[in-house]
């Protein structure tokens, strides 16, 4: 069950004065309502609707130059105003997707690492604006095209690669066990949340649909359940670091994992950062 940690931001006590109201949730239906009615007079989603972006309401877009007290800020915030602050935490395996509402102190913290460290290579990046684009419809197309066709093309080859070394590496004590089962039950939930995305949320967004909010909060949660996934896909694949002797296809595969980790993470830092909130009342 998704929990609101000791180290997230007070929602209305932010250092840059403009961070958007996120809606906490601490109680999540089984399944999402699915059969909500979409109305045909609803204001549709773009920057000139009433669904006036929070995000450059807050400062987020366009020409405010990124809040450098990266502390007291949330993960997910630097790394949707921050371009390049992904691969910054990525390197520090930072979570900043699904527990992007974490402030970076306490991201740092529980990972035992020095934040002058990570303030530093933060630093470092362009101060510059981030989004190419905040209009919803944009950012829908390109997760679409960018991350589910993405995660849908690669999962089966990555599979088979999988069953492959399994099964030929067996007595090797660095061989992965248990990686394809994994990965098949990981492929089956990733696309049965991308569908329910397609065919009700996404729809709802592109419509203006007032409820779109609880949809969201249940994909958020799917999300944190991704987040896990990748956890333990790491400890099956022994951190995808294949050893001195690992064939071609054993190479290939914790390649196409470490893409599909980094994807995924992308995947929902979009979602969850700079989609949902401009959704959520
Ligand atoms: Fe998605
Ligand atoms: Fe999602």
Same mark, same amino acid.
């Given at each position: 069950?998704?929990?609101?940690?000791?180290?997230?931001?007070p929602r209305s006590d932010h250092r840059c004065g403009a961070s958007p109201e996120l809606a906490y949730r601490t109680d999540f239906p089984d399944e999402p309502t699915t059969n909500l009615?979409?109305?045909?007079?609803?204001?549709?989603?773009?920057?000139?609707?009433?669904?006036?972006?929070?995000?450059?309401?807050?400062?987020?877009?366009?020409?405010?130059?990124?809040?450098?007290?990266?502390?007291?800020?949330?993960?997910?915030?630097?790394?949707?105003?921050?371009?390049?602050?992904?691969?910054?935490?990525?390197?520090?395996?930072?979570?900043?997707?699904?527990?992007?509402?974490?402030?970076?102190?306490?991201?740092?913290?529980?990972?035992?690492?020095?934040?002058?460290?990570?303030?530093?290579?933060?630093?470092?990046?362009?101060?510059?604006?981030?989004?190419?684009?905040?209009?919803?419809?944009?950012?829908?197309?390109?997760?679409?095209?960018?991350?589910?066709?993405?995660?849908?093309?690669?999962?089966?080859?990555?599979?088979?690669?999988?069953?492959?070394?399994?099964?030929?590496?067996?007595?090797?004590?660095?061989?992965?066990?248990? !990686?394809?089962?994994? +990965?098949?039950? $990981?492929?089956?939930? /990733?696309?049965? &949340?991308?569908?329910? =995305?397609?065919?009700? @949320? %996404?729809?709802?967004?592109?419509?203006?649909?007032?409820?779109?909010?609880?949809?969201?909060?249940?994909?958020?949660?799917?999300?944190?359940?991704?987040?896990?996934?990748?956890?333990?896909?790491?400890?099956?694949?022994?951190?995808?670091?294949?050893?001195?002797?690992?064939?071609?296809?054993?190479?290939? !595969?914790?390649?196409? +994992?470490?893409? $599909?980790?980094?994807? /995924?993470?992308? &995947?929902?830092?979009? =979602?969850?950062?700079? @989609? %949902?909130?401009?959704?959520?009342?």
């Open positions: 069950m998704k929990r609101k940690s000791d180290g997230e931001a009615p979409i109305r045909n007079d609803a204001p549709r989603a773009t920057k000139d609707s009433a669904h006036t972006s929070p995000l450059r309401e807050a400062g987020m877009i366009q020409t405010e130059k990124p809040c450098l007290n990266f502390g007291e800020t949330p993960v997910g915030e630097i790394a949707a105003r921050l371009p390049g602050a992904t691969a910054v935490f990525r390197s520090f395996k930072l979570d900043y997707c699904c527990g992007g509402r974490q402030t970076l102190a306490s991201a740092v913290e529980k990972r035992g690492l020095d934040l002058s460290e990570v303030e530093r290579r933060l630093a470092a990046l362009d101060e510059q604006p981030t989004m190419g684009s905040e209009e919803p419809d944009e950012l829908i197309e390109f997760i679409l095209s960018r991350y589910h066709e993405t995660h849908r093309r690669e999962l089966p080859e990555l599979l088979r690669l999988a069953r492959r070394v399994e099964q030929v590496h067996a007595d090797h004590p660095e061989a992965p066990k248990g !990686l394809a089962d994994f +990965l098949s039950a $990981l492929a089956a939930e /990733l696309d049965a &949340h991308m569908q329910k =995305e397609e065919a009700m @949320l %996404f729809p709802m967004i592109r419509a203006g649909h007032p409820m779109a909010a609880g949809p969201i909060s249940v994909m958020e949660f799917e999300h944190e359940g991704h987040g896990e996934a990748l956890e333990q896909l790491e400890v099956i694949a022994h951190n995808m670091q294949p050893p001195d002797d690992a064939c071609g296809s054993w190479r290939a !595969l914790y390649a196409g +994992l470490r893409k $599909l980790s980094d994807d /995924l993470k992308e &995947h929902i830092h979009t =979602e969850n950062n700079l @989609l %949902f909130p401009q959704f959520k009342g």
